[in-house]
């Protein structure tokens, strides 16, 4: 590899459903957020949640793998996205009422996640070893956002364009992983926020070759080798869908090898 990714400290505490592990390859158990309900839910919930401080972050491991990179290795810096925290907070449910009903509550909480993560951004992207940031923030599902692009607008974009404007301050970059179907925000997230590359590519939304041919002249295209096949096929057609995809994306160059949305 030429770079890890790495997790920028702080997370926020979840609420998490649970159940057992019924893989061959078991871990005990499995755990994803609750859809329903979160641990912010009206204005007290905000001012009694133990919201983290970005000086309390701790760089320790980052600062560990900085010394110990080979040469000419980097670091790219994983930090909170904006959508996943808000809905993770309320529940996706109660976030989607909460657009309407409370948008006061949800503008809040953007500032307080924002509070938190772009310092601690501006002080990792000072690194020498950190050569850009790659937050993960899936802002869709198989057909459309997971909500409406006037409200990725309205409270997700300006946080992304804000740490994306720090990271070319700095001359380093942006990947932004997003798992969905992001078309009717593609053109936001390229021109207004300045993405330098996407990641996150499912064949039953838009094969990776597909959105290289479109957008591949804008931006650098990462991964796109279907989770989906690489579970379920053989090596024989793993290979020859590398290959396909090599032979697609490989021309023009802007393109780096790699799952599709892992």
Excluded at 71 to 82: D, F, T, V
Excluded at 129 to 156: E, I, N, S, W
Excluded at 229 to 251: G, H, I, K, N, W
Aim: with cysteine.
């Amino acid at each position: 590899y030429d770079v890890v990714r790495m997790r920028a400290g702080l997370r926020l505490p979840v609420k998490k459903e649970a159940a057992a592990d019924t893989a061959v390859l078991q871990r005990a158990q499995r755990e994803w957020q609750s859809e329903s309900e979160g641990p912010i839910a009206n204005w007290e919930d905000f001012e009694r949640y133990p919201w983290p401080r970005p000086q309390d972050a701790d760089f320790s491991q980052i600062e560990y793998a900085a010394r110990i990179l080979p040469l000419g290795m980097k670091l790219l810096i994983s930090p909170y996205g904006m959508l996943e925290p808000l809905m993770w907070l309320m529940g996706y449910q109660p976030f989607a009422l909460a657009l309407y009903d409370q948008p006061d509550l949800i503008q809040a909480m953007a500032d307080k996640i924002a509070g938190i993560y772009v310092p601690i951004c501006e002080a990792l992207l000072e690194m020498d070893a950190v050569m850009g940031l790659f937050p993960g923030d899936d802002m869709g599902f198989k057909t459309a956002t997971m909500v409406a692009p006037q409200h990725l607008r309205q409270y997700v974009f300006p946080y992304h364009k804000k740490l994306a404007a720090m990271a070319h301050a700095h001359d380093k970059i942006y990947i932004l992983h997003s798992c969905g179907n992001l078309e009717a925000i593609m053109p936001d997230l390229i021109d207004d926020v300045g993405i330098d590359a996407k990641h996150s590519f499912e064949d039953v939304i838009m094969p990776v070759e597909v959105f290289k041919a479109r957008y591949g002249d804008r931006i650098g295209v990462a991964g796109g080798i279907d989770v989906n096949l690489l579970a379920s096929a053989t090596e024989d057609q793993v290979r020859a869908r590398v290959r396909q995809v090599l032979d697609a994306c490989m021309p023009g160059g802007g393109y780096a090898l790699g799952t599709g949305n892992s």
